[in-house]
């Protein structure tokens, strides 16, 4: 059957089980979106700005394990695809691009519209192609999805040329089969490795696992709990392993790492051994390399062999399928209680529930954990995808939001991109019409695609936009608050009234200032038929503790200050550091020191009022 | 930090130098030389990467490489007998009083002159890499006016290493694409 390469770009991505695609067209691609309209079983969802194409596609991935679509003409409309790409490639999500590229004769002559999207894209997906000729098409695009979606996932892109859409070809699709003599997805570790790493399990004292996306991609919560639950190890999770494990298992100590509970990193500083589960060792959950988990061996299962001793060197590395790892592993290991271990973790958390911001009373600030955690007590009973954008709300997301099920938190982890949370949201609505989807963004993020608002309306779908709204860029304020002596360089930020955006953007916009009216305001959203945005004015100088600065020690954690202070002060300006590390050793010695740092607390009145100027009006 | 030999497999195919360099550039390795040619094996291409890293540091490196799609075979020669050797040419000034001096060295490295005038001879010398540097070292002293070095390739010595290597092409495709680390070495 002879076909336009237009055509068979449709055809494949049919045969690949597209459903949805995000895109915007443009000179290059004109052929391509020209044949789209003789192939409606694929829908077309046009985006405001073609990084949003990459973030809807990644939300999609994201949200259905399946593998999401963005495409995009040539030069600026492929380059504006370049962060999506490496936000995919940093989470490892499974997406494909296709680029529109100038005709094949006019490529090198700088033609309009004209970029090496393939050089340009490189180093920041998992694999790309540029396909000159109609024939190449089809392979490429299998081998796409292919690679994109097998081992260990991410972006793959095809840029192919205006000529190569246009000319026709024979179409075969048996005949472009994958044919990738280099490419290994998984790998196998050796038997022998194996029993060394029961052996260490099986003889440790302080075991902890730490779980990752990966057991999301491999789709191993059960055996991972039924592990934990017979080994007796306590299980703590990455930002991206967040809802992996349930939030309600008595296993699940919660998140690790810089924004993670201090009992968890003071844990893992103890552990004599981290069992590392599709989890890749960055900074932001290590810290300072130097002085990370000291005491523990360490595990590493991963199916990518280059993680492998990337940032911490491990005593035994399991490369290949967290399922097949497992499957193996598990009847290795024996039964275990651990009952010293798990006093001695719970002792660490109790002294830091009463930190807890829900701990403390209603006065009057609205605080933007109290609005996540009343959101996750207002929609815990719903299914629920909620999709952060980056910075303080992310954290506050993470460690006041339980999430009981996989899929149902979506935020740019590695990259830590903001304006990823609205157009993933769109994706995840396109992945589950059925689930309620919320955004829980910055004011700042929110405002980097809020064109996106536009996409939901043409598309009549509902997302619930929940902007926590500080009017500063708050996580780098705080950073600056930190570290850089209150210096707020270029981080207060007024926007738009949200409320009325939404309004022109045809969308129903609500407010809300006080914890009273919270319950009420998510009430009226759910209830609300389209895409609402509601702007949470929340407190403006919050902090997120705890906060293990970068390069820091993982247990030399700020601490929020507590309670008295807090009354006192009305907001979180007050902080201290543990006075001496905490010993890994005996149980006693370790809760003396994180009740230690009480003598090195900084003294409020230390630190001279430099605030900005837009602090000083109150615009709410 | 010590040199690491790497030889490398590549599908011979537009922009697959580019992924190598790009790769190197982007995780930060250190490369001293990076050679590439034909093999026996139409469509594929063989790379021989000198690289300044630690053990650690080399398999990380091994481990990348393989990550490209199209690189199909990775071998670390470094712990391995094998055959290093390098093209160096090396123009040097000389004199009418000098050019005995330079020619008696010529032999001693066992190199060739392979261009004469008044004032220069262009000598072809090969060897280890440590070899084509301690010639030009030697003849730095008459005066380098211009020097080119391919830059090392290398190879096992003996038969045993070619018999314990996976095919270089293979053709089955799909489910069997899970089975294929046998001939890897991946553990720590």
């Known amino acids: ?41 694929i829908h077309h969802v046009l985006v405001r700005h073609e990084q949003g194409a990459t973030h809807m596609a990644d939300g999609y991935a994201r949200a259905s394990g399946k593998v999401g679509v963005a495409i995009a003409t040539s030069g600026p409309g492929a380059t504006n695809m370049i962060t999506g790409i490496a936000t995919a490639m940093m989470d490892s999500s499974p997406i494909v691009c296709i680029t529109g590229q100038v005709g094949s004769k006019a490529i090198g002559t700088d033609a309009f519209q004209e970029t090496d999207v393939t050089g340009v894209s490189l180093p920041v997906t998992k694999h790309n192609y540029l396909v000159t000729r109609p024939g190449d098409i089809a392979r490429a695009i299998r081998e796409a999805f292919y690679i994109a979606k097998s081992g260990r996932p991410g972006p793959v892109l095809v840029d192919i040329t205006k000529d190569a859409q246009q000319m026709t070809a024979e179409f075969d699709w048996e005949g472009a089969a994958p044919r990738l003599p280099g490419y290994r997805p998984s790998y196998h570790a050796p038997a022998s490795e194996y029993e060394r790493a029961a052996e260490l399990i099986n003889s440790a004292k302080r075991p902890l696992i730490l779980a990752g996306q990966g057991i999301l991609k491999s789709g191993t919560t059960d055996e991972v709990l039924k592990l934990a639950k017979d080994a007796g190890i306590p299980i703590t999770t990455t930002l991206l392993g967040i809802g992996v494990i349930p939030a309600s298992s008595p296993l699940n100590l919660g998140m690790m790492g810089m924004h993670g509970e201090a009992w968890v990193n003071q844990a893992i500083q103890q552990a004599d051994l981290l069992i590392a589960l599709g989890m890749r060792f960055d900074d932001r959950v290590t810290g300072n390399l130097k002085t990370y988990a000291l005491n523990a061996k360490k595990i590493h299962v991963d199916i990518d062999p280059s993680e492998i001793n990337k940032n911490v060197p491990v005593d035994i590395a399991l490369i290949g399928d967290l399922r097949e790892v497992l499957a193996v592993i598990a009847p290795q290991v024996k039964k275990a209680e651990h009952a010293e271990w798990w006093t001695t973790i719970n002792a660490m958390r109790g002294d830091a529930a009463v930190r807890d911001i829900q701990s403390l009373p209603d006065n009057g600030h609205l605080y933007a954990a109290h609005v996540i955690n009343d959101l996750w007590r207002l929609t815990q009973k719903r299914d629920t995808i909620v999709v952060t954008d980056v910075g303080q709300h992310q954290m506050w997301e993470a460690q006041y939001y339980r999430h009981d099920q996989p899929r149902s938190l979506i935020t740019s982890g590695g990259l830590g991109t903001m304006g990823f949370a609205l157009p993933a949201a769109i994706g995840a609505k396109f992945a589950c019409p059925e689930k309620d989807v919320w955004v829980v963004c910055g004011d700042g993020g929110f405002q980097m695609t809020s ?43 007024t926007g738009p009234d949200f409320v009325k955006l939404a309004e022109a953007y045809r969308l129903k916009g609500l407010r809300c200032n006080k914890r009273s009216d919270v319950k009420a305001t998510v009430d009226s959203t759910l209830a609300a038929k389209g895409t609402v945005v509601i702007d949470f004015v929340v407190e403006k100088e919050d902090t997120v503790f705890p906060m293990v600065p970068a390069g820091a020690d993982l247990d030399k954690m700020i601490r929020r200050p507590k309670q008295d202070v807090m009354l006192e002060s009305g907001s979180d300006k007050d902080w201290e550091m543990p006075a001496a590390p905490v010993r890994p050793a005996a149980n006693g010695q370790a809760k003396a020191a994180v009740k230690a740092p009480k003598a090195a607390k900084k003294p409020a009145a230390a630190v001279p009022s430099r605030g900005p100027k837009t602090t000083k009006s109150n615009r709410r | 930090m010590a040199k690491h030999t790497l030889i490398a497999y590549v599908e011979d195919v537009p922009g697959v130098l580019n992924r190598v360099a790009s790769l190197f550039r982007r995780r930060n390795f250190n490369i001293d030389s990076l050679t590439v040619g034909r093999t026996e094996q139409p469509g594929v291409s063989r790379l021989t990467v000198v690289v300044d890293a630690t053990e650690a540091g080399a398999r990380i490196v091994e481990a990348n490489l393989y990550k490209l799609v199209n690189v199909l075979r990775v071998d670390d020669l470094t712990h391995k007998p094998s055959l290093f050797r390098e093209l160096g040419l090396v123009k040097v000034r000389v004199t009418p009083e000098t050019r005995a001096q330079v020619l008696q060295l010529t032999e001693v490295f066992r190199a060739r002159v392979v261009d004469v005038d008044e004032a220069t001879l262009v000598i072809e010398v090969t060897g280890t890499p440590e070899k084509v540097g301690k010639f030009e070292l030697v003849l730095q002293p008459y005066g380098i006016v211009e020097i080119v070095r391919t830059g090392a390739v290398a190879m096992a010595r003996g038969h045993e290493l070619m018999s314990a290597a996976p095919p270089l092409v293979r053709t089955d495709v799909g489910a069997d694409h899970h089975t294929d680390a046998s001939g890897v070495s991946m553990s720590v």
């Open chain 1, 1 to 41: 059957m002879k076909l336009t390469g237009a055509e068979i770009i449709w055809e494949c991505l049919q045969k690949e089980g597209v459903d949805v695609v995000f895109g915007y067209p443009g000179g290059a691609i004109l052929p391509t979106y020209d044949a789209m309209t003789k192939y409606p079983k």
């Open chain 1, 451 to 493: 064109c996106e608002l536009a996409t939901a309306e043409q598309e009549g779908i509902k997302v619930n936009v929940a902007i926590i709204n500080n009017s500063f860029l708050g996580m780098v304020r705080q950073w600056q608050e930190f570290f850089y002596d209150k210096r707020y360089a270029a981080t207060p930020m």
